[in-house]
């Protein structure tokens, strides 16, 4: 966090704003419990706070959580806002994209329309109408793989027309809805599976970028979980060393031995915008550093919305390319880690390792 102004701090304690409770916390040293910003217990004198921009942070100096407004966990959702999504939820195959507006949500969860959106966004880091979309291609993604026809699956997803689907095709499934549908028939993906200091490694690749990075004990189970994602894919084995794929697979290699740099390596996956949103902040997160889940919602602008962060980095196709190791949870604990949570640790311990030796080291000089 940046340097704090503690004059803006405590204006935003004695106004009790919402808006700042996740980058800030304030602890009464008479008497040791820390509070969110919003909290309504009476307001202390100001010479008695000290001002944290982490849960970890007070509670280090000593602090513990309040039992009113538990800055300690995450906030309950914005009952009007869950009003809202349900409502979406439940009738978006009924009514289509088209006739869920602003206004009619706005009608459903009790607020003006523009006070949803606000709210809506720092609740899951999408606008309504986004959600909308990330939920149709969900549904979209479902009746394909369960075997509907595409003419059904548009409607059921819905869509209004077969042309709109098609119009969001690429965005949302990186391939036309009937070849998602055959598995990805028609797709070509080139991939090399190499051995590594923490298991085997596979890099997947279309024509256009990597689309999957895994890491397994054997090349049986990624070449097994690669096919299941693109059962009607081909899919070609080949040699790094004489494919295109080489460089991108030594740089990624390069990386999880406790190199610093990937920039070369070029991504193609396709996912809803809250998921690239989450991404894109993971490979923010500088070499050798860790942030929290809620550190992660609260960068994207939807300091509520941990458990999404979360299910994003577990949904993370291209293992380390996008570095979903480097978030923890609050407490430090590693949290999950789809590949093993002892590859977490070396990794993590592999950048520390790394960042620490590279660091310019103090000279002593003896006076006399």
């Known amino acids: 966090m940046?340097?704090?102004?503690?004059?803006?701090?405590?204006?935003?304690?004695?106004?009790?704003?919402?808006?700042?409770?996740?980058?800030?916390?304030?602890?009464?040293?008479?008497?040791?419990?820390?509070?969110?910003p919003s909290c309504p217990s009476r307001r202390p004198k100001r010479d008695n706070v000290a001002f944290f921009s982490s849960v970890e942070a007070a509670e280090r100096a000593g602090f513990r959580a309040c039992q009113r407004c538990r800055p300690n966990r995450a906030k309950e959702p914005n009952p009007a806002v869950e009003r809202a999504r349900s409502y979406i939820d439940n009738h978006?195959?009924?009514?289509?994209?088209?006739?869920?507006?602003?206004?009619?949500?706005?009608e459903e969860s009790g607020m003006s329309p523009s006070h949803l959106q606000r709210k809506f966004k720092e609740s899951f880091g999408l606008t309504p109408a986004q959600y909308i979309r990330a939920r149709k291609s969900e549904r979209l993604k479902g009746e394909l793989k369960r075997g509907e026809t595409v003419s059904r699956a548009t409607f059921g997803a819905g869509y209004g027309s077969s042309s709109r689907v098609y119009e969001a095709a690429d965005a949302s499934l990186g391939m036309t809805p009937a070849t998602y549908r055959r598995g990805g028939l028609g797709m070509h993906i080139e991939y090399v599976v190499t051995p590594t200091s923490i298991g085997s490694l596979m890099v997947a690749a279309t024509e256009r970028g990597v689309c999957a990075v895994m890491l397994g004990d054997s090349a049986g189970f990624l070449e097994s979980a690669l096919s299941k994602e693109y059962p009607a894919a081909t899919r070609a084995r080949v040699n790094a060393a004489s494919s295109r794929l080489g460089g991108w697979v030594a740089e990624i290699v390069n990386g999880l031995e406790g190199?610093?740099?990937?920039?070369?390596?070029?991504?193609?996956?396709?996912?809803?915008?809250?998921?690239?949103?989450?991404?894109?902040?993971?490979?923010?997160?500088?070499?050798?550093?860790?942030?929290?889940?809620?550190?992660?919602?609260?960068?994207?602008?939807?300091?509520?919305?941990v458990r999404a962060v979360a299910s994003a980095?577990?949904?993370?196709?291209?293992?380390?390319?996008?570095?979903?190791?480097?978030?923890?949870?609050?407490?430090?604990?590693?949290?999950?880690?789809?590949?093993?949570?002892?590859?977490?640790?070396?990794?993590?311990?592999?950048?520390?390792?790394?960042?620490?030796?590279?660091?310019?080291?103090?000279?002593?000089?003896?006076?006399?």
């Open 2 to 36: 940046h340097p704090m102004d503690e004059s803006v701090a405590w204006k935003s304690v004695l106004n009790r704003d919402a808006s700042v409770d996740d980058r800030l916390l304030y602890g009464v040293t008479t008497t040791g419990i820390y509070c969110r």
């Open 92 to 106: 978006i195959a009924d009514l289509g994209e088209e006739r869920i507006t602003l206004d009619l949500l706005g």
């Open 259 to 305: 190199g610093t740099t990937l920039a070369n390596v070029p991504i193609d996956v396709k996912a809803s915008a809250f998921r690239w949103k989450v991404w894109h902040e993971l490979q923010k997160i500088p070499f050798g550093e860790t942030r929290t889940y809620s550190e992660i919602a609260g960068a994207i602008g939807a300091p509520t919305a």
């Open 313 to 368: 980095c577990a949904k993370n196709p291209v293992a380390f390319v996008v570095p979903c190791h480097r978030v923890v949870r609050r407490t430090g604990e590693l949290g999950g880690y789809r590949w093993g949570i002892e590859r977490k640790r070396t990794l993590l311990d592999k950048e520390r390792t790394a960042r620490e030796s590279s660091e310019p080291k103090k000279i002593k000089t003896a006076r006399g």
